[in-house]
T-cell receptor, first 113, second 112 residues
Framework: QQQVKQSPQSLIVQKGGISIINCAYENTAFDYFPWYQQFPGKGPALLIA?????SEKKEGRFTISFNKSAKQFSLHIMDSQPGDSATYFC????????????FGQGTTLQVKP | NAGVTQTPKFQVLKTGQSMTLQCAQD?????MYWYRQDPGMGLRLIYY???????DKGEVPNGYNVSRLNKREFSLRLESAAPSQTSVYFCASHWDITYEQYFGPGTRLTVT
């Protein structure tokens, strides 16, 4: 049972453009929604995270938008750069339950110069 | 601080062979996790340990065993490797304060 669905599977964006990756979840008990960034040959690393009590969180060029009623959240990368080319994973967890993360399937982003 | 370390980085096994993947963290985290990453499947949880001395099954535990040797170390064992276990394996530890998981560099395992 896939509790977190991520789309698209791959994305190509021109330098300076906006990259948008979407995720949908099923379990309304989730209360922590992080995005992880993974470069080839490396382990994932936390990029940005949000709790469901806010609708948006911004850190530099990266923004999470959160829609609790629709059970969806998305990552927006503004002014995308070639160095942003990586695989991005959304995830969700119930923080009172050992912090286990349920990951989406991943999106491979390529930013063309 | 080294963070989360994993050994080996690469391994090739024949079907039926056994091996243990090692993981250690130096951040004094309570929780540790083993994931496998396959194309198009994201990261799937194999086993986790919420604290020293406890382990629990994740989403895909079949064919694996784990040991939480102490607070620092969490190993993953394949008793009889199968080609379906060809994957990249990541260990992670979890900081209770921020809920962030820190991942190791991964072990790329091929079973022929």
């Amino acid at each position: 049972q896939q509790q977190v669905k991520q789309s698209p599977q791959s994305l190509i964006v021109q330098k300076g453009g906006i990259s948008i990756i979407n995720c949908a979840y099923e379990n309304t008990a989730f209360d922590y929604f992080p995005w992880y960034q993974q470069f080839p040959g490396k382990g994932p690393a936390l990029l940005i995270a949000i709790r469901p009590d806010v609708s948006e969180k911004k850190e530099g060029r990266f923004t999470i938008s959160f829609n609790k009623s629709a059970k969806q959240f998305s990552l927006h990368i503004m002014d995308s750069q070639p160095g942003d080319s990586a695989t991005y994973f959304c995830a969700a967890s119930i923080t009172s339950n050992t912090g286990k993360l349920i990951f989406g399937q991943g999106t491979t982003l390529q930013v063309k110069p | 601080n080294a963070g989360v370390t994993q050994t080996p980085k690469f391994q090739v096994l024949k079907t039926g062979q056994s091996m243990t993947l090692q993981c250690a963290q130096d951040m004094n985290h309570n929780s540790m996790y083993w994931y496998r990453q396959d194309p198009g499947m994201g990261l799937r949880l194999i086993y986790y340990s919420a604290s020293e001395g406890t382990t629990d099954k994740g989403e895909v535990p079949n064919g694996y065993n784990v040991s939480r040797l102490n607070k620092r170390e969490f190993s993953l064992r394949l008793e009889s490797a199968a080609p379906s276990q060809t994957s990249v394996y990541f260990c992670a530890s979890h900081w209770d304060i921020t809920y962030e998981q820190y991942f190791g560099p991964g072990t790329r395992l091929t079973v022929t």
